[in-house]
């Protein structure tokens, strides 16, 4: 069953389709919304909407924020809350408020700049997911009740457990697609059975029991003995009842062992405890350092998740159309090639570096989505410079370089140029370029890498 809500101000975004799930509580700033009673309803009717709001009871918001994530019509929604739940934070994306039109136009921007396919694959699904909503984290949750006590809600909406989510993210981080974040907190797993309900426990050194006690004892100098303080005591006197010798002063007659700990069970007395760890589900006893260590992080997305997310396909923040870019080894090798054809045919080329200096400040002045599509029209700007015989590679994240044949570096002036010119068409925040050139041929040496790297930095910005 679902009804059209029209408020006041229903004429603000008459095209974008914003649903309202539970009981409609009206307000002179709402936007034009279709509601449903549930998301069965919603999901039946076929429709991707931009804006969920939710407005129900905790325990039902919370399932009905799992299956609106499982979803693959509203998996990358923006959905908020009315009120916040116990997973609202992890599945959700704020609460609902009159300023929300600024939180939406980013999420639309951002969504309409994906060109990575998700719909089939879980990893694709997460970096799209962190990409469209801003400031977005993965964050763990903590399951005190669940032998393994975090798990990561979003995830498992999607279908990966939380026994498997850190070896995943893992698999994610060495991509450099997500990074951590901050540090939540460091668990101790049993290395039997991996329950990380664990009781740590004072044993004996030397039998492992753990009928242990504190144990003040006294050591007589005349004769050696070690034994309880209180049987050393006689009336308002000490005295050892080995030899029974009086014990008058502390230093001289007697002293106090540093040994102040007693085990009932093999009368061993020592310094310090040893500590296990008892599995309260296998209760197998491990030593601490057996234990397997694993430390629970919020992550977010790297400029190569985002890049990806961006561009469908390369991890820079240059990238070119296919079959215009290589790989370091190739650019390499080809360098070294038209090196010794330029010293047999007396030919000149140059090579081009062209790096971004200030993209995170960039970035974070104009906002990912404004930003990230100047730096496309950068790359527009690129691509009308670039002849089908340049050979291009990614030098670094933020950086590119050309190999030009046939090209003197006198004749780069132009290239320059058409580059600069795209500052006009900025805003008060701009992209800084650092452009360099180098000429071939040149006495490279075996190693390609290092001489590019030590040329570079010699080279002076044109």
């Not at 081009?352 to 527009?380: H, I, R, W, Y």
């Amino acid at each position: 069953m679902k009804e059209v809500i029209l408020s006041n101000l229903s004429v603000d975004l008459p095209h974008d389709y914003f649903v309202w799930i539970g009981r409609y509580q009206n307000a002179d700033w709402h936007p034009w919304f279709e509601q449903f009673n549930s998301v069965e309803a919603l999901i039946g009717n076929g429709r991707i909407p931009e804006i969920i709001v939710l407005s129900v009871q905790s325990e039902e918001q919370d399932k009905w924020l799992m299956m609106l994530r499982q979803h693959e019509l509203t998996a990358l929604s923006l959905i908020l809350v009315f009120r916040e739940s116990p997973l609202s934070s992890f599945l959700g994306n704020g609460i609902w408020r009159e300023d929300y039109k600024e939180q939406y136009q980013s999420y639309k921007l951002k969504k309409q700049q994906i060109k990575l396919n998700f719909q089939d694959d879980i990893v694709h699904k997460l970096l799209c997911y962190l990409w469209c909503h801003h400031d977005a984290i993965l964050e763990p949750h903590s399951v005190p009740a669940r032998r393994y006590l975090y798990d990561y809600p979003l995830l498992n909406a999607w279908g990966v457990s939380p026994e498997e989510s850190f070896a995943w993210l893992s698999d994610l981080q060495k991509n450099n697609w997500i990074e951590k974040s901050t540090l939540s907190n460091r668990l101790r797993f049993c290395p039997s059975c991996h329950s990380g309900h664990l009781n740590y426990i004072d044993v004996c050194p030397q039998c492992h029991s753990i009928d242990t006690e504190q144990q003040s004892c006294l050591h007589c100098f005349n004769c050696g003995h070690v034994g309880d303080q209180a049987l050393f005591r006689k009336l308002n006197t000490l005295s050892c009842p080995n030899c029974l010798q009086n014990l008058r002063h502390i230093g001289v007659d007697y002293d106090r062992p540093i040994e102040n700990h007693h085990c009932n069970s093999c009368h061993t007395l020592f310094v310090d405890a040893v500590v296990e760890a008892e599995c309260l589900h296998c209760k197998v006893s491990s030593k601490l350092d057996s234990l397997h260590v694993r430390n629970v992080y919020s992550f977010q997305l790297t400029a190569h998740g985002r890049s990806l997310v961006r561009q469908g396909r390369s991890q820079s923040l240059f990238s070119l159309a296919p079959g215009e870019q290589m790989v370091s080894e190739q650019f390499y090798w080809l360098l070294d090639w038209q090196n010794k054809l330029a010293k047999r045919h007396h030919q000149t080329h140059s090579i081009l570096s062209v790096q971004m200096l200030n993209v995170a400040e960039f970035l974070s002045a104009e906002g990912e989505a404004k930003g990230f599509a100047q730096l496309d029209a950068l790359q527009e700007r690129l691509r009308s410079v670039i002849r089908v015989t340049d050979a291009c590679s990614n030098y670094t994240q933020d950086g590119l370089l050309m190999l030009l044949p046939m090209t003197e570096i006198k004749q780069l002036k132009s290239i320059y140029n058409k580059l600069f010119d795209l500052k006009e068409l900025q805003s008060s925040s701009k992209i800084e370029l650092s452009v360099k050139a180098i000429s071939l041929p040149a006495n490279i040496g075996e190693n390609v890498g290092e001489w590019l790297t030590d040329q570079l930095l010699q080279a002076k910005p044109m």
